[in-house]
């Protein structure tokens, strides 16, 4: 089955930098979304972009997406140290009910 | 409005013992219901879903099962328990138009030892 894959793994920014985090899927999708974990915690929807939108935003977030490339990006704007975390991006089976998500990228924001 | 319920948080079991984990989904009817397990540092993995009562998908074979029967109501089970079932459970839901966006409840944490 298809999965998106982040990279990178693992992100250490200072607080106020910017930090993006990259999404790449094998195959076919009608969307990507993005979800935050917080440690221990369940997941929390950020963003869902559709397959003919190219960009979207939500407050200091921007999601890109290039199905040519079969990726997407997350950037988060002036970061602060409430956004450390674990970012997954997640695709769809198209036409069905399963989401599919990637390992996720670790953001430590350092105050 | 919706809210999602998930118990325990905590649960430590020797290996052979049995398993029931419960999720309830308040305020929304006929949702489209999940599990996912999460290794430690890791993705999600998809382990059942269920579009209605009775109508149980699996994704992964294994030694779990899933039975939903209650239209807000989500059961994971296990008869013998293995180390290898150690991990993150969560449960989540969706549903209506925007079916894709999923609703996730707070998690249990399996150890089997």
């Known amino acids: 089955s298809q999965q998106g894959e982040e990279d990178p793994q693992a992100l250490s920014i200072q607080e106020g930098e910017n930090a993006t985090m990259n999404c790449s899927y094998k195959?076919?999708?009608?969307?990507l979304q993005w979800y935050r974990q917080n440690s221990g915690r369940g997941l929390v929807h950020l963003i869902l972009i559709r397959s003919n939108e190219r960009e979207k935003h939500s407050g200091r977030l921007r999601v890109t997406l290039d199905t040519s490339k079969k990726s997407s990006s997350l950037l988060i704007t002036a970061s602060r140290a409430a956004d450390t975390a674990s970012y997954f991006c997640?695709?769809?089976?198209?036409?069905?009910?399963?989401?599919?998500f990637g390992a996720g990228t670790r953001l430590f924001v350092k105050a | 409005s919706q809210t999602i319920h998930q118990w325990p948080a905590t649960l430590v079991q020797p290996v052979g013992s049995p398993l029931s984990l419960e999720c309830t989904v308040e305020g929304t009817s006929n949702p489209n219901l999940y599990w996912y397990r999460q290794a430690a540092g890791r993705g999600l993995q998809l382990l059942f879903y269920?579009?209605?009562?009775?109508?149980i998908s699996s994704e992964v074979p294994q030694n779990l099962s899933a039975s939903r029967p209650q239209d807000r109501q989500f059961i994971l089970s296990s008869k013998k328990l293995l180390l290898s079932d150690s991990g993150f459970y969560l449960c989540?839901?969706?549903?209506?138009?925007?079916?894709?966006?999923?609703?996730f409840g707070s998690g249990t944490q399996l150890s089997v030892l």
């Open positions: 997640a695709t769809d089976d198209t036409g069905g009910f399963k989401t599919i």
């Open positions: 989540a839901w969706s549903v209506g138009v925007e079916y894709e966006k999923l609703f």
């Open positions: 195959t076919s999708i009608n969307n």
């Open positions: 269920s579009v209605g009562i009775g109508q």
